[in-house]
C-alpha cells in the first residue's frame, strides 16, 4: 500500500477541546466479546503486555470468587465490575470485515489479553469434554475469533506483530503451532502470554464440568466493563493519567508509537525504528548513542516548537508532535522510519551532548578544532549551557541553540553553517538569555523572541536578538538586580562571572583554568551579615550595606568554598583567599586597599563595562 493511500494520513489526533464529549457504557463481558463489534489492537502501544502469572491468576480467582458468591456474605452471587477500559476508535473496513468496529486500547490491555487466554483456556477444556460442550467450544472460539460470513477472519484482540505470535495462535485456535515455538528466544512479552496461557489451562482443568459452565455463564453475565469511547487519543490519555494509570508513560511514548508504527509501512522498518529509538533512549551513554529517554522527549518537543513555531502546551504535546511529524512526512513523501534517522537521533544527540557539555562529539568538532572560532563557540555555548540548565526562564532558548548545532552539523543535508556564522548567532543567544534571566519577561514575550530569532536565521542580514530598548532594560538589570538575595539569582550571578572570567583569560590564551576548576562559588565581598568590628569603618551606614550587598558590584566566584567563619571575615583576611584564585576578576579585587561603596561601585562600572565589551549593550 502505497504511503498516500494509509488510512492514518486522513485522521489524525486532534487537540483536547472544552466540552469535548466522551461516551461511557457499563457492558458485560457477554456483549464486549460478541459479534465484531468490539476488536481491539494494540499494535502502537509502546507498552507491552507485561502481567506475570501473578496477576493472571489474581485475576482468575477473584472471579471465580465472584462465581461462588465469597466476594460478599448478603450477596451469594453478584455482578463484578472490572474497572474501565479506555479505547479511541481506528479504520475498519467494512467491505472486508463485514459490520464492526476497531478500536485502540489506550488503558486494558492487560486485562483484555488476559480475558482473552481465560477465554480460550475455558474453551480448551469444553473441546475435551466432548458431547453436548462441544457447542459451548465452538461458542468460545467464536468469542475469541468472531466468525462473519463471506468476511475476512478477524482475533478479538491483536498486539504489535512481534508480540502477537503467540497469542495469534491461540485466539486462532491452531494451538499445534505452539509446539514448534522456541519462546525462550522470543519477546518478553510472547513468554508472558505463553506462560499465562498454561497456568488459566492448567486451572481450568482442575475445575469440575458443572463449575465450569457455571463459571462461563457468570463471566458473560455478571462480569462487567466500563468502556470509555473518547472523541480523540488526546482525551483517552487524559483520561487514563487522571485515574493514576500510566504514570511510567509519557507523550513521547504515544509519539514513538505514531512515528515507529502507524506512520511506518513495513514490518521490518517498524521493529529496526523501533530498536534503534530503545537504544537512543537508554540510559546515558553518549559514547554509544544512547542519551536517555527525557532527552528525546525534549528534543522532539524543541524541535516541534522551532518547525512549527507554536508554544506546545502540556495537554497538547501528542497532537503537536504529530503535526510536526506529518508535516515533514507528507512534505518529503517519506516515512516515520525516515523521520527518525533525519529528525529524532541527530536532534536526540545534539542536545545530550550539549547539555552534558561534551562539545567534542559534535559532529562537526573534527572540522573546527584548535581554530579561534571554536574556541569562542566552546566559551558561548558553556554560559548558555550553565544558564539553561540552572535557570529555567531561559529553557527555551534550547530551541534556538539546538537549530544553529543542526546547521553546523549538516543534518539536513544542506550547506552545513559555517564556524563564523555560528559563532555570532551564539553571541546574540547569549543577549537573548541574558536578557530573559534578568529582566523577567512574560512567557509569551520569550515565545515571540525566539519565533523572530528561528526566522532571522533563515533571513538575510545581521540579526539583533534583543532590541535597544531590551538592552536598556538589560544595563539596568545588571546594576539594580539583587543577584545575591536568591537561589535563582545567585545561578545567573555564578554563569555572568564565570563568562566574563572566561574571556578575560582567553585574551591570553588560558581560558583551561576555568575549564579545569571542578567547583565554582559565589561570595559576597561584604558579608551579608557584616560584623562592626570587621566591617563598620568602611561601612557605617546600614542602609548603604543593605543597598549593596546582594548587587552584582560586591559578588566575586571562588574555587574553594569559605566557611562561614571566613565568609564574614575583614577584607583583609578576604584578600589573602582571593589572591590564590584562578578568576582574574577576583584576583583584581586584591589590588583594592579596602572594600568601600566608592571602591564597589569602581568595581562594578568595570564589570558592565566588560560585559558592554563582550555583548555591546
Not at 528534543?299 to 502546551?313: D, G, N, S, V
Not at 504535546?317 to 507528507?330: C, I, K, P, S
Not at 536578557?435 to 519577561?441: E, F, N, S
Request: glycine fraction near 6%.
Amino acid at each position: 500500500m502505497a504511503l498516500g493511500e494509509l488510512p492514518f494520513f486522513a485522521q489524525m489526533q486532534a487537540p483536547a477541546k472544552e466540552g469535548t464529549a466522551s461516551i461511557t457504557s457499563r457492558l458485560p463481558l457477554g456483549t464486549i466479546f460478541d459479534s465484531r463489534e468490539y476488536i481491539f489492537s494494540t499494535a502502537t502501544n509502546v507498552r507491552g503486555y507485561e502481567w506475570t502469572n501473578k496477576e493472571a491468576e489474581e485475576l482468575l480467582d477473584d472471579l471465580l470468587d465472584g462465581s461462588n458468591g465469597v466476594l460478599s456474605v448478603d450477596m451469594p452471587k453478584q455482578d463484578y465490575e472490572l474497572s474501565q477500559i479506555v479505547l479511541v476508535p481506528m479504520e475498519w473496513d467494512r467491505e472486508l470485515y463485514g459490520l464492526g468496529s476497531r478500536y485502540d486500547v489506550h488503558d486494558g490491555q492487560q486485562r483484555l489479553v488476559t480475558l482473552c487466554l481465560l477465554f480460550a483456556a475455558l474453551r480448551e477444556e469444553f473441546a475435551k469434554d466432548g458431547g453436548d460442550m462441544g457447542d459451548t467450544a465452538n461458542e468460545m472460539a467464536n468469542m475469541l475469533s468472531p466468525p462473519k460470513v463471506r468476511k475476512a477472519d478477524v482475533v478479538r484482540i491483536e498486539l504489535n506483530k512481534r508480540d502477537n505470535e503467540v497469542l495469534g495462535h491461540i485466539l486462532k485456535n491452531d494451538l499445534k503451532e505452539l509446539e514448534h515455538i522456541k519462546v525462550k528466544k522470543m519477546t518478553r512479552a510472547n513468554q508472558r502470554i505463553y506462560e499465562n496461557y498454561n497456568l488459566l489451562v492448567k486451572r481450568v482443568a482442575e475445575m469440575e464440568k458443572s463449575d465450569r459452565v457455571k463459571f462461563l455463564d457468570y463471566m458473560v453475565e455478571n462480569v462487567y466493563m466500563l468502556v470509555c469511547v473518547p472523541e480523540s487519543a488526546t482525551i483517552a490519555r487524559s483520561l487514563v493519567m487522571a485515574q493514576g494509570k500510566g504514570k511510567n508513560n509519557e507523550p513521547i511514548d504515544d509519539f514513538k508509537g505514531l512515528v515507529c508504527f502507524r506512520y511506518t509501512t513495513k514490518e521490518r522498518d517498524m521493529y529496526k525504528t523501533f530498536d534503534a529509538w530503545d537504544k537512543l533512549a537508554a540510559i546515558s551513554d553518549l559514547d554509544n548513542g544512547s542519551v536517555g529517554r527525557n532527552i528525546v522527549a525534549d528534543a522532539c518537543l524543541l524541535r516541534a516548537m522551532a518547525e512549527l513555531r507554536t508554544k506546545i502546551r502540556k495537554r497538547d504535546q501528542v497532537y503537536l508532535l504529530e503535526r510536526w511529524l506529518r508535516m515533514d512526512v507528507v512534505e518529503n513523501k517519506h516515512e516515520g522510519n525516515v523521520f527518525y534517522k533525519k529528525k529524532v537521533e541527530p536532534a536526540s544527540l545534539l542536545l545530550g551532548q550539549y547539555r552534558e557539555g561534551n562539545f567534542n562529539l559534535f559532529g562537526f568538532y573534527a572540522r573546527s578544532k584548535g581554530t579561534k572560532g571554536w574556541k569562542s563557540i566552546v566559551m558561548r555555548l558553556k554560559f548558555l549551557r550553565e544558564m539553561t540548565t540552572n535557570i529555567p526562564s531561559t529553557k527555551e532558548i534550547e530551541a534556538i541553540i539546538l537549530e544553529l548545532l543542526l546547521r553546523a552539523g549538516n543534518s539536513e543535508g544542506d550547506e552545513p553553517m559555517n564556524f563564523t556564522d555560528l559563532d555570532a548567532y551564539l553571541h546574540e543567544v547569549e543577549q537573548l538569555g541574558l536578557w530573559m534571566a534578568l529582566t523577567k519577561p512574560s512567557a509569551a514575550e520569550r515565545s515571540e523572541k525566539v519565533f523572530y530569532f528561528l526566522d532571522g536565521i533563515d533571513g538575510s542580514g545581521k540579526l539583533s536578538a534583543i532590541t535597544h530598548e531590551d538592552k536598556s532594560s538589560l544595563r539596568e538589570s545588571l546594576v539594580v538586580t539583587e543577584f545575591g538575595s536568591s537561589a535563582a539569582g545567585k545561578k545567573v550571578a555564578i554563569a555572568l562571572l564565570k563568562r566574563l572570567n572566561a574571556f578575560v583569560l582567553s585574551q591570553h590564551g588560558s581560558e583551561d583554568l576555568i575549564n579545569n576548576a571542578s567547583e565554582t562559588y559565589l561570595e559576597s565581598i561584604l558579608p551579608v551579615k557584616a560584623s562592626k568590628k570587621a566591617w563598620g569603618e568602611s561601612w557605617p551606614d546600614f542602609d548603604e550595606r543593605e543597598k549593596w550587598v546582594n548587587r552584582l558590584g560586591n559578588l566575586a566566584i571562588i574555587s574553594n568554598k569559605a566557611t562561614a567563619r571566613e565568609a564574614k571575615m575583614a577584607f583583609s583576611d578576604k584578600k589573602v583567599r582571593y589572591a590564590n584564585e584562578v578568576y582574574p576578576l577576583t584576583l583584581g579585587i586584591t589590588e583594592m586597599e579596602q572594600w568601600n561603596s566608592d571602591n564597589l561601585v569602581k568595581h562594578l562600572a568595570s564589570t558592565v563595562a566588560l560585559i558592554d565589551r563582550i555583548w555591546g549593550l
